[in-house]
């Protein structure tokens, strides 16, 4: 697919280390990327053999930091007027107003490994059979003390296998619970972390306090607690006395984890510091650094403010195994699949060269010879693209003002009508998302047994148009990577689409104009399937058959009211959307038995205007064992029947219902102030524990 070379707007994602325990990455992970001056070439890791990636969205490390700054230089161009809110002949606004959202949060289960091969193709029995993320007697990843509890939900994430942050962890024997840190990395003042003793199921009890705030992963004995701005470890093997282990403070801010293989992978991302770019230290003086050598950056300068540090530890000793940097801009998404991470980023087109190009093609006829010099003699200047833009903007000023008033407003309207229509024909060309994958290298050659230390780089690079939503946008599968993104421009009707790139991340398939007018708000991949909701007034749901990745095809589309911001599949004929309706939360199955035909089996309409998934997916619990899932509402936890349409099944009365998980048979509802449990038998409320009141902590927002 071509590429606008004016198109600076780009989503880079980091990839990094060997997630999938018995599978060798293999010696053959390269990058193909451009070195300093610009040219393009192939670099390579630990000399790995090469391949040839024929994309022009090439990346390169920088060699110093002198390189850093000239290339900082060549960006503040462009950075210039990116974001520039100039408005072009009494037209169109061009600032950027491209929207998607960076939603990050995950719902873990084992059915929908979607990025494991092996898994996926057989999603329909795996969908039908499996219980938790985490499956029997354990954390998600597979870590903990099993003792009288032998089965245990894990968090409700995207990958089978690789763990994120959320506010609920159990090993079984013990549950921990951060309060008042419902979504993202930002504390509340009133936030801690409960310890339960699990072991009696039936009968939790109170066991012990953390004066830390955040979101939690839990790997073996060892609690992470992260927060915006550090990362602390307890030793939780007493869970009556759980003792800190080890403590980093991030120098700017953790944007999100993951927990895989026994390691845990943190992005973080910091500022850039122009007199000394590099290294960078992710984790303040005395910690980690990136060397300038293992900070990358596409090849084209483009508008950037900040960079994207993937950093590789252990998680009981806290040491660093690697770290890889990436210099990119606001708004990031993490997608992790079995064996890349994948950091995104987006920045905005830069109008003032297109709107120049525009007028010196499309409407060259319509303007005077001196404007047409004047025009090209700027297309050659060195300029910025805001010191473009007024000086474009300046000729036509003294063009316009040579015609009288009707002339001139019949100019006007007609230039302003042109630049619209452009802009709807070429806004694919202007809004991309750039993609970096995938340094998997794993330090040890041969089967991962979790204990070798991962190593990170920045490799293969391909592009596609638009913004995708969050990471289930994204999707590794059989060889390929899935995106759907939505496409929009300034005065244009959106559009969504979805593209399938191979294992050079080159395009081979496409579907285009997708919920025309609207903007993606869920999506989902089970196997070789997309579920993608797009919405403005109504709901559709589109069935995507990526069967042929060079040939995918949307099957099938039905419209409903309201929206499902988050599907999840119950079996192989039927998805779950839970989303809103005139404000209030709802439950919808469809049913996709008939991929051409999609229908509603039923639908749910709650007496609530706020659930937690709103927030998170994470918040999201299924029990296959007994048929159900769980909603939680601001008023209390909802527990509905999926074998047979929906069935409410049971209300739990708990005040600002947070998170639930299940032990054994016994549901847990966490609360603001109270964990309720339900014996999962007969629906009966069995216990509720009281949680001991919080008093506010001094939050520190800034280091």
Known sequence: MPRNPLSTTAVVAIAVVALLVGTAVGAGVYAAVGSDDGSNSQQLRDGQST???????????????????????????????????????????????????????????????????????????????????????????????????????????????????????????????????????????????????????????????????????????????????????????????????????????????????????????????????????????????????????????????????????????????????????????????????????????????????FLLTEERDRLPDSVVDRLEELREYDLSSQARSIETNRALSTWYRSLDADERREVQTELANDWRNHLDEHKRELTS??????????????????????????????????????????????????????????????????YVLDEKLETVGEVQGMGVDEQIYSVRYVGDTAYVVTFKRIDPFHVVDLSDPENPEVKGELKLPGFSSYLHPLSEDRVLGVGEENGQVKAVVFDVSDPENPTVEDDYVLDERWSAIRESHHAFLIDRKHGVFFLPGQQGGYVFGYDDGLELQKVVDVQGAQRAIYLNDYLYVFGDSEVVVVDETNWERVTTLELPERGYRDVEWER
């Open 433 to 498: 998302t750039g993609i970096v994958k995938k340094v998997s290298v794993d330090s040890a050659e041969g089967e991962s047994d979790g204990d070798s230390a991962p190593s990170l780089t920045v490799a293969d690079v391909g592009s596609v148009p638009g913004v995708p939503l969050n990471q289930f946008s994204l999707s590794e599968y059989d060889g390929h990577l899935r995106i759907a993104t939505t496409i929009q421009a300034p005065g244009t009707e959106s559009e969504n689409d979805l």
């Open 51 to 357: 391949a040839t990636n024929s994309s022009s969205a090439d990346v390169a490390a920088f060699s110093s930091a002198a390189a850093f700054r000239s290339y900082l230089d060549a960006s503040a161009d462009r950075r210039s007027s990116s974001y520039h809110d100039a408005t072009f002949l009494d037209g169109p606004r061009v600032a950027s107003s491209a929207e998607g959202g960076t939603a990050d949060g995950v719902v873990t289960e084992t059915a929908v490994a979607e990025s494991t091969p092996q898994a996926t193709a057989e999603a329909a029995q795996t969908v039908a059979s499996d219980t938790s993320a985490g499956g029997n007697a354990g954390g998600v990843d597979g870590s903990g003390r099993s003792g009288s509890v032998d089965r245990v939900s894990g968090t409700n994430v995207q990958v089978t296998g690789v763990d994120e942050p959320d506010v609920v962890k159990s090993d079984g024997e013990s549950v921990y619970y951060a309060r008042g840190s419902r979504s993202g990395f930002y504390p509340n003042k009133r936030a801690g972390v409960t310890l339960l003793n699990t072991s009696n199921p039936v009968s939790p009890e109170l066991a012990g306090e953390i004066d830390a705030s955040g979101q939690l992963l839990l790997a073996n004995d060892t609690l992470l607690v992260l927060s915006h701005d550090a990362v602390v470890a307890y030793d939780v093997s007493d869970r009556e006395n759980p003792e800190e282990r080890w403590t980093k403070e991030v120098s700017g801010r953790l944007q999100t984890a993951r927990l895989s293989d026994g390691h845990v992978y943190l992005v973080t991302v910091d500022g850039l510091w122009y007199d000394a770019p590099c290294p960078i230290r992710p984790f303040g003086d005395g910690g980690a650094e990136v060397a300038c050598t293992d900070v990358y950056h596409p090849t084209e300068p483009v508008p950037v403010d900040q960079t994207y540090t993937t950093t590789a530890l252990d998680p009981e000793s806290g040491d660093v195994a690697d770290s890889v940097s990436f210099l990119g801009g606001h708004g990031s998404t993490v997608y992790m699949s079995g064996d890349s991470l994948y950091v995104t980023y987006v920045q905005p087109p830069e109008y003032g060269r297109l709107y120049l190009d």
